[in-house]
């Protein structure tokens, strides 16, 4: 079982940015990014492949970015041009694991 542990959520204004990151303590093949709104279904945000190809939900397709680094078996995602919308915890997950999450909160 591979663990992953989230970091790099904050507050931040709206418009402005922030980087994720997502610690694995294995190897890890498909990679995917959820969020979970406050009093809301978690929900897909992005996947990115092994090889990096990555996939994104509608709603933050050209403002978000993942990307991985295998040899360190981490994984990013920067967050641009942030909403209040985008207010949620903020999982990382591959396979049947998931990490413990990261609280990202977008003021207007």
């Known amino acids: 079982q591979v663990q992953l542990v989230e970091s790099g959520g904050g507050l931040v204004q709206a418009g402005g940015s922030l980087r994720l990151s997502c610690a694995a303590s294995?190897?890890?093949?498909?990679l995917d990014w959820y969020r979970q709104p406050p009093g809301k279904q978690r929900e897909w945000v992005a996947g990115?492949?092994?090889?990096?190809?990555?996939t994104y939900a509608p709603s933050v397709k050209d403002r978000f970015t993942a990307s991985r680094d295998n040899a360190k078996n981490t994984a990013d995602l920067q967050m641009n041009n942030l909403k209040p919308d985008d207010t949620a915890v903020y999982y990382c997950?591959?396979?049947?694991?998931w990490g413990q999450g990261t609280q990202v909160t977008v003021s207007s």
């Open positions: 997950s591959a396979g049947p694991n």
């Open positions: 294995g190897t890890v093949f498909g």
């Open positions: 990115i492949t092994r090889g990096g190809r990555t």
